[in-house]
């Protein structure tokens, strides 16, 4: 059944990335649309989303706080889904990242940015602007948009709602304050509601009042019902665990396809694999490594923050950079793991590649050139990174952790046998588990026969969106359900 779908998220690709956010929020609807449902993006109009448009148009008007709000209208680039953003010019027209400032802190005014933001969205979900559009379905997805369900839910016919939790680490806490000085009504506030421990918590307006809530993979579902991952949240969690399901990622196989990525030197299929090494030893030489087409290049590509397996990493490096591997990492973070990692490389220049910084590009010729892909981290909720490498045939040597231990299948003789094996598992979060890892992996390597068989375990199964987006059209039905019991 065709349904109304407002999708809102505080990051979209091609438009602004910082993480995995966008990139589902830049497939996903993709993906809606192709299975007939009628879906509208909603974004902030940052400074660097208006810098890139070329095409809006102000369709509506609405104003919060004291401030006028235009509703500018465009298309995600590349796609034919409608895009309204939220143009606020005092909350979102100024440099940089769209949740911190330069110096690396969150903005100061993070709450008040994105409740104005979410009551702009409230005046859509509920038809009051203008736009005559009515959604059946409103999907907000983590903190900065997690207000919405909660507000929705204080009038007594609104759309139903989906929350998917991306991170649960990052959770949107402020003062108790803040709540009282941004306006938002009482009975939104109190343990049941969004008080976390006398703090308000954007993140659980979504947790506690959305019809139904997702997160990326199953076993991320699970484990944020657990002590250890909930962040005190899980029993909140566990308590609404009939509304809690887990859909796995799709990827958006146009971009990620090395086949006809335009990035890479020479593309290349699952039937010509021989092809790879040609991105490889290109990568060597643009990166000043030893130009060695037998050495195992071992590829990472992510936010360099302790959930990464950072510290892992660094721990292994005495030994790691013992191993006969070449090592390319690319990433921005924490400064001192970037200062950590620029260290090594100093020491070790022929083996290990650090690059600091966001680049596109290179992220695909690292995915293409890799023969492993890195991914040690201490919690995963889907990853996105795995998912590419599976398709360029790069091995994952990840944790079985969250979306990880749903894809990546540790090669072993019973998965080789039935040639399900695509990647190397870590099981634990230390340097001494990483580095054994690293050498059955290496080990592997040297048998080309069989990595040619894992890689093409890797390449062959669907990682588009198709079955993804099914889940969530049965998902939003459930979810008007729900609603409806309401009225
Ligand atoms: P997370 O959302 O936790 O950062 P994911 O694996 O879900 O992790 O998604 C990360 C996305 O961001 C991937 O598409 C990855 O390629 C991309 N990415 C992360 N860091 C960089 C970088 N420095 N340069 C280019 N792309 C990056």
Redesign the pocket.
Same mark, same amino acid.
């Given at each position: 059944m065709k349904h109304k779908i407002l999708f809102i998220s505080s990051e979209a690709f091609p438009l602004i990335?910082t993480?995995?956010?966008a990139?589902v929020a830049g497939s996903l609807p993709i993906a809606l649309q192709d299975n007939d449902q009628d879906v509208c993006l909603l974004l902030p109009a940052y400074q660097s989303i208006l810098e890139q448009i070329i095409e809006t148009k102000v369709v509506a008007e609405t104003s919060h706080y004291g401030l006028k709000i235009n509703i500018l209208e465009t298309t995600l680039p590349g796609s034919s889904i409608k895009t309204w953003l939220i143009d606020c010019p005092q909350m979102f027209d100024r440099p940089g990242n769209p949740y911190m400032a330069e110096d690396g802190n969150p903005w100061r005014d993070n709450a008040e940015r994105f409740a104005l933001f979410s009551q702009a969205a409230v005046d859509i979900a509920l038809n009051r602007c203008g736009l005559s559009w009515q959604p059946d379905v409103v999907h907000c997805n983590d903190w900065q948009s997690a207000l919405i369900p909660a507000l929705l839910k204080t009038f007594p016919h609104s759309p139903a709602t989906i929350f998917t939790i991306?991170?649960l680490a990052y959770q949107g806490l402020f003062s108790s304050q803040t709540f009282f000085d941004l306006g938002l009504p009482d009975g939104l506030w109190g343990m049941y509601g969004v008080e976390f421990y006398g703090q308000f918590s954007f993140i659980k307006g979504g947790l506690v009042y959305s019809d139904r809530i997702n997160t990326v993979s199953p076993t991320y579902a699970k484990e944020i019902q657990q002590v250890e991952l909930g962040y005190g949240l899980d029993p909140l969690l566990s308590h609404r665990h009939l509304q809690l399901s887990g859909i796995i990622n799709g990827i958006d196989t146009d971009v990620w396809n090395p086949q006809k990525d335009k990035y890479l030197r020479q593309n290349y299929n699952a039937k010509t694999l021989h092809k790879k090494t040609a991105n490889k030893s290109a990568l060597q030489k643009y990166l000043k490594l030893p130009e060695e087409a037998n050495i195992p290049v071992i590829g990472m590509?992510?936010?360099l923050v302790e959930?990464k397996g950072l510290q892992s990493i660094l721990d292994a490096m005495p030994k790691l950079m013992n191993m006969p591997i070449q090592i390319i990492i690319? &990433?921005?973070g924490e400064r001192n793991l970037e200062q950590d990692l620029l260290n090594w490389a100093k020491q070790f220049p022929d083996k290990l590649s650090i690059n600091i910084?966001?680049?596109?590009a290179?992220?695909h010729q690292i995915e293409a050139a890799a023969d492993i892909y890195l991914m040690p981290s201490i919690f995963e909720p889907? &990853?996105?990174?795995q998912l590419?490498s599976l398709r360029y045939g790069t091995l994952p040597l990840a944790r079985n952790v969250g979306g990880l231990a749903d894809t990546v299948i540790d090669c072993n003789d019973n998965t080789l046998k039935d040639n399900t094996a695509n990647g190397f598992i870590v099981t634990e979060d230390s340097a001494e588990a990483l580095v054994t890892t690293m050498i059955r992996a290496i080990e592997t390597y040297q048998n080309q026969q069989t990595w040619q068989q894992l890689q093409l375990n890797a390449m062959t199964p669907d990682r588009s969106w198709q079955s993804s987006a099914l889940q969530y059209i049965e998902l939003y039905e459930k979810a008007i359900e729900d609603n409806r019991a309401r009225f």
């Open positions: 990335k993480g995995g956010l990139d991306h991170n590509i992510s936010r959930q690319l &990433g921005t910084g966001y680049n596109e290179l992220a889907c &990853g996105l990174n590419y």
